[in-house]
């Protein structure tokens, strides 16, 4: 990938707007013929140059039409994508480990990756900077990055399996503040920049208001039996989705009032074809909310994804196998792109592995009727 033509961000240059019928036609109903429920893939495309290894985060740009992927051959690769949906390497990140994450400043001028190498680091492409700089340390894995906004300037949070949390001010080397969460961790995400959620190990989900990011604003051990794969905050602010290994997702509301409106479902099962008694359960790896719409997504070890209305508690559409499973999704900046990564995600061990297996990243044109929530029904 070249790091040429990298200059991305600033109103001065726009990649064209990806719209509806970039990826082949007119809008129209997503859904399989005869079966309502049931998404149609034959318009999704493949990114160009994908990763060489397994793919653990994909992020879009808050600004522009391009995204980043972070994957364990331990780069960090960002897209253009255009009016057709065809994309163009712009970038790449180096590190000396694996990538477990990556995220954009919120004002889509630098990109972030989280390292194994213990290390978070920064590409600043506003500036044409092709050479990364470390940006923040841990004694562990670094496994998550998050960016918000303080006082104007980006600031960096970053997780890792050191169990701490760390904010970072880009012009000081050492942390403006940290935390402990209660075991390592797996998955964080911010909403605007006020909340911050993290999921460790044991099933620990810690809020934080950034407001006062010293401390834990609640901490309660996850609704789901199993351990958690990811964490995923309300469009609205108002609460997070979690999912878990055990084929299952929880919607949890943060503010006490509301903890009537907490449910779980079932997703990513299938029925086994030598016992019809018998369901085979598949980790929910991804889950990305619509930043228009406020449904959500699911992502799984089974191939699959789906999309849901939370607030109807309502499966809005359900896809065919993608040919393995998906570790990575992320809606575009206006909800018009839903990418998905496939690729292996480790959940039958080294054994389940193979030279075949695909690392691919597919771009979804989100259709007008996918992702719209059900019409909410009148009194009568």
């Given at each position: 990938m070249s790091n040429r033509s990298l200059l991305i961000p600033s109103a001065k240059r726009r990649a064209p707007t990806a719209d509806?019928?970039?990826?082949?036609?007119?809008?129209?109903?997503?859904?399989?013929?005869?079966?309502?429920?049931?998404?149609?893939?034959?318009?999704?495309?493949?990114?160009?140059?994908?990763?060489?290894?397994?793919?653990?985060?994909?992020?879009?740009?808050?600004?522009?039409?391009?995204?980043?992927?972070?994957?364990?051959?331990?780069?960090?690769?960002?897209?253009?994508?255009?009016?057709?949906?065809?994309?163009?390497?712009?970038a790449m990140m180096e590190f000396e480990g694996p990538v477990l994450d990556c995220c954009w400043s919120k004002d889509g001028g630098k990109v972030f990756g989280a390292g194994a190498d213990k290390s978070a680091r920064m590409l600043d492409i506003a500036s044409g900077s092709t050479q990364p700089q470390q940006v923040a340390a841990h004694d562990q894995p670094v496994r998550c990055v998050e960016s918000i906004t303080v006082n104007g300037s980006p600031m960096l949070i970053t997780g890792g399996w050191d169990k701490m949390v760390k904010y970072w001010d880009l012009r000081q080397q050492q942390p403006a503040a940290s935390i402990e969460c209660k075991e390592r961790i797996y998955s964080m995400d911010v909403r605007g920049n006020e909340m911050l959620v993290v999921g460790t190990a044991e099933r620990w989900i810690q809020v934080i208001d950034l407001k006062n990011p010293g401390t834990f604003y609640k901490a309660i051990q996850s609704p789901l039996k199993f351990q958690t794969r990811v964490v995923s905050t309300f469009t609205d602010g108002t609460g997070?989705?979690?999912?878990?290994?055990?084929?299952?997702?929880?919607?949890?509301?943060?503010?006490?009032?509301?903890?009537?409106?907490?449910?779980?479902?079932?997703?990513?099962?299938?029925?086994?074809?030598?016992?019809?008694?018998?369901?085979?359960?598949?980790s929910v790896n991804a889950i990305s909310f619509h930043p228009q719409h406020g449904t959500f997504s699911t992502a799984g070890a089974d191939g699959t994804f789906h999309f849901w209305d939370k607030d109807a508690k309502h499966r809005l559409k359900g896809y065919p196998e993608v040919g393995g499973s998906i570790s990575a999704t992320d809606f575009s900046r206006n909800g018009n792109i839903f990418a998905y990564a496939v690729s292996y995600d480790w959940s039958k061990g080294y054994s389940g592995n193979s030279q075949q297996y695909p690392n691919k990243i597919m771009l979804h044109p989100v259709q007008a009727d996918e992702c719209k929530p059900r019409p909410k029904a009148g009194k009568r």
């Open positions: 509806m019928s970039l990826f082949g036609g007119q809008q129209q109903s997503s859904a399989a013929p005869g079966n309502p429920t049931q998404g149609d893939l034959s318009k999704d495309i493949p990114v160009a140059s994908p990763p060489d290894d397994s793919i653990s985060g994909i992020s879009f740009s808050p600004t522009s039409e391009h995204f980043a992927a972070s994957s364990w051959d331990k780069k960090v690769r960002i897209w253009e994508v255009d009016g057709s949906g065809q994309t163009q390497g712009r997070y989705a979690v999912g878990s290994i055990e084929g299952r997702c929880a919607i949890q509301y943060v503010d006490d009032k509301d903890q009537a409106n907490n449910f779980s479902f079932k997703c990513h099962r299938q029925q086994s074809t030598a016992d019809r008694n018998t369901s085979n359960v598949f």
